[in-house]
C-alpha cells in the first residue's frame, strides 16, 4: 500500500512538472488592434534589427568625432639580442699602440666570453656595442590640427544619423501595415469558419429533412444528392478554412516577432474593425510630399551623394598634425629591468606633420567626377520618387475608395442573397422549387458571405496603406 502511495505521489510530480514545463514553453496574448501594432513595432524582428542600425549609427557618430580629438597611445618595447651583431673598426683609427688594441680586444673578450670567438679581416678590430638586453616605454600625444576629411566628416554626421533613424520608421511603418494585415486576415479566417459552420449544419438538416422525405416517396432522389454534394463541397470549404487559419495565427505570430507555438487570442472582430477604419474623411487629408518617409529617404541618399563630392574636393586640402612623444630606455646585459638599482634614460619629441597634395596624374579630379555624377543620378532618383509618392497617394485613396463602395455593395448583396435562400428554402420543401434552383441561391449565398469579408478586410488594409503613405511621424532623437 506504501509502494502503492509512493507511484501515485510520484506520477502527480511528473504531471505538475509537465504542465508546468509546457506553460513555460509557451506564452497566452490578447491584443486589440492598436495593442498588436504598438507590441509588433517593439518586437518584431526587423523593428530589433533597424533599432541596432540606429545604436550604430550613434556610435559611428562618435567615432567621427573623436578621430579629431586627442589620441594617445602607449608602447613598451623588450630585446634581448641572443648574439649581438659586431661592429668592424679599422685599427688606423686608434693610436696604433699594442696597449689600446690590447685594451680593445680584451673588452671584445670579455663581452664574448661565453660565445664563439670572431676572427676579424687584418687592420680590423671587431667590437659590440651595447648591451644584449634593453626595455624602451613610450607614451604619444597625437592631434589633428587641420584636414579638410575631418570636417566634411562632422558635417556628415547628423546625414548619417537621419538615414537610420528615417529607415527605422520606415521599418516601423512596414511592421504596422503587415500587422494590421495579418490581425485582418485571422478574423477573416475565424469568421469564414464560423460561417462554413453554420452553413454546414444548416445544409445537413436540410440534407437529412430531404433524406426523410425521400424515404417516404414524397422526394426525388435527385433532391438528396444535390444536397449531398452541396454538404461535401462545404466541408471541403470548412476544412481548408480551419487550415488557412493555422497559418493566418503562425503569420500574425510571425510579424509580432514572437514564436508560432505562442497562443493569440483577438479582442476585436471584422466588423468592428472595418468600422473603425471605415473613415471616408481621410481621402480628403493631404500631406506635403516633403514629409512622406519614401521621399525623406532619398533625400537623405542625394544629401550623402553630396558630401561625398565634398569629401573628395576636401581630400586635395593640406592636412597638418603633430604629436608629442615622452618615454624612458633601460640597458642591461642581463633582466634586470625590474630590480629597484635599474637605471632609466629619459626622452621626448615634438613634431609637426605637413602633407600637400601636389600631383596625383589626374586622379583625384576623376575622382570627384565621379562623385559629382552620382549626386545627379541621386538628385534625379529624388525627382522620380516625388512623383512616384504623389502616383502612390492617388493610387491608394483610388483604392481605399473603391473599397468603401465595395462593402457598401457587399453588404446589400448579403442581404438580398439571405433573403432570396431564405425564400428557395421554404420554396423546395413547400414542393414548388426544385433542387437546382435551392443549390443556386445556396451558392449565391456563399459567394455573397465570402465578398463580404474580403470587402472589410480590403477596407482595413486599403486604410492602412493610405495611412503608411500620409503618415509624417519621425523618428524621435533622444540623444
Not at 421554404?426 to 426544385?434: H, R
Amino acid at each position: 500500500m506504501k509502494n502503492r502511495s509512493v507511484k501515485i505521489f510520484s506520477f502527480l510530480i511528473l504531471l505538475a512538472s509537465g504542465l508546468f514545463a509546457q506553460e513555460e514553453s509557451s506564452k497566452n496574448y490578447r491584443f486589440s488592434i492598436e495593442e498588436a501594432i504598438e507590441f509588433g513595432i517593439e518586437n518584431n524582428y526587423q523593428s530589433q534589427i533597424a533599432e541596432k542600425d540606429v545604436q550604430i549609427a550613434l556610435k559611428q557618430k562618435w567615432e567621427i568625432i573623436a578621430q579629431g580629438l586627442p589620441q594617445i597611445d602607449g608602447a613598451v618595447d623588450y630585446q634581448n639580442l641572443l648574439k649581438q651583431p659586431v661592429t668592424l673598426l679599422p685599427a688606423a683609427a686608434f693610436d696604433n699602440t699594442q696597449s689600446t688594441i690590447d685594451i680593445v680586444q680584451d673588452y671584445f673578450d670579455n663581452v664574448e666570453r661565453n660565445d664563439t670567438p670572431v676572427d676579424a679581416p687584418e687592420g680590423f678590430i671587431p667590437v659590440r656595442f651595447g648591451t644584449k638586453q634593453s626595455v624602451n616605454a613610450t607614451a604619444t600625444w597625437r592631434q589633428l590640427i587641420f584636414d579638410g576629411s575631418y570636417i566634411v566628416g562632422i558635417q556628415s554626421v547628423k546625414t548619417l544619423l537621419q538615414i537610420s533613424k528615417n529607415a527605422k520608421t520606415k521599418t516601423d511603418l512596414e511592421i504596422k501595415k503587415s500587422v494590421i494585415s495579418a490581425y485582418g486576415n485571422v478574423l477573416l479566417a475565424e469568421e469564414s469558419v464560423d460561417i462554413l459552420e453554420k452553413n454546414v449544419a444548416t445544409v445537413q438538416k436540410n440534407y437529412n429533412d430531404t433524406q426523410k422525405i425521400y424515404e417516404n416517396g414524397l422526394a426525388e432522389q435527385e433532391d438528396v444528392e444535390q444536397l449531398e454534394i452541396t454538404l461535401l463541397r462545404l466541408k471541403n470549404n470548412l476544412s481548408r478554412s480551419e487550415r488557412m487559419r493555422e497559418i493566418a495565427y503562425e503569420l500574425l505570430n510571425l510579424s509580432l516577432g514572437i514564436p508560432v507555438e505562442d497562443q493569440v487570442t483577438l479582442t476585436d472582430d471584422l466588423n468592428g474593425l472595418a468600422m473603425k477604419y471605415y473613415e471616408p474623411a481621410i481621402l480628403e487629408r493631404t500631406i506635403p510630399i516633403e514629409e512622406n518617409i519614401d521621399y525623406r529617404i532619398a533625400k537623405n541618399s542625394a544629401e550623402s551623394a553630396q558630401i561625398q563630392v565634398r569629401l573628395q574636393k576636401a581630400k586635395a586640402l593640406p592636412t597638418l598634425s603633430g604629436f608629442v612623444n615622452y618615454g624612458y630606455q633601460g640597458f642591461a646585459d642581463k633582466f634586470t629591468f625590474l630590480n629597484s638599482d635599474q637605471e632609466y634614460y629619459g626622452q621626448s619629441i615634438l613634431g609637426v606633420s605637413l602633407n600637400i597634395p601636389i600631383f596625383s596624374s589626374g586622379m583625384r579630379s576623376s575622382r570627384t567626377q565621379q562623385r559629382e555624377l552620382e549626386y545627379e543620378q541621386a538628385l534625379l532618383d529624388l525627382e522620380q520618387t516625388e512623383n512616384d509618392v504623389k502616383r502612390q497617394i492617388n493610387m491608394a485613396k483610388s483604392e481605399y475608395e473603391f473599397s468603401i463602395e465595395s462593402y457598401q455593395n457587399a453588404v446589400r448583396n448579403l442581404e438580398l442573397a439571405e433573403r432570396i435562400e431564405n425564400k428557395n428554402q421554404i420554396k423546395f420543401f413547400e414542393g414548388i422549387a426544385s433542387s437546382f434552383e435551392l443549390t443556386e441561391a445556396q451558392r449565391q449565398l456563399y459567394t455573397a458571405q465570402q465578398e463580404y469579408l474580403q470587402s472589410m478586410l480590403d477596407v482595413i488594409t486599403a486604410k492602412a496603406e493610405l495611412e503608411n503613405l500620409l503618415d509624417t511621424r519621425s523618428y524621435n532623437d533622444e540623444n
